[in-house]
């Protein structure tokens, strides 16, 4: 029993020192021993690019719908765009932080704010012309008809 009370003490301190080292700013790397990346000219960009955010969704089917849901709190619908071209659905908006233009000194920056997207090819086939899209409670809720496939037919041989 002891073994395990120390095994789980050495697991909580392993899981203590990732997320200090997760919050770790540059300075307080350099002021460490750790190694730092290796720059050179070929391998190292050091411009920071924009990138849309990565949307998370879930995906299911029931009897005859293909549901795809995406949270997305904090975007007005004429902020989404949302379009389906050969089974290739996207998603993409802006997520506007709203009033602290005005912020000087940031304590705490978790949320993700600005440009987000998401493409991805949807599991079965759908009737594209068949689609609801609806927000409601900051969920995207997009809705296909599904094309029923026709179950194999035996073939007899003669």
Not at 25 to 53: H, I, R
Not at 58 to 71: F, G, S
Not at 140 to 158: C, D, M
């Amino acid at each position: 029993m002891e073994d395990i009370m120390a095994r789980k003490q050495n697991e909580d301190l392993l899981i203590e020192d990732e997320l200090a080292a997760a919050f770790l700013s540059d300075d307080d790397l350099s002021s460490t021993n750790a190694p730092t990346p290796a720059a050179t000219d070929d391998t190292w960009d050091d411009s920071e690019e924009e990138f849309p955010g990565q949307l998370a969704v879930d995906v299911y089917e029931t009897d005859d719908k293909l549901v795809v849901k995406a949270r997305t709190a904090g975007v007005n619908k004429e902020e989404l765009d949302v379009s389906i071209s050969d089974g290739i659905l996207t998603i993409s908006g802006t997520l506007n932080s709203g009033g602290d233009e005005g912020a000087t000194n940031w304590h705490i920056q978790e949320c993700y704010w600005g440009e987000f997207s998401r493409t991805l090819a949807l599991p079965v086939n759908v009737k594209e012309d068949e689609v609801e899209a609806v927000l409601k409670d900051g969920v995207l809720t997009i809705s296909f008809s599904k094309i029923k496939t026709e179950q194999a037919k035996k073939i007899q041989v003669q």
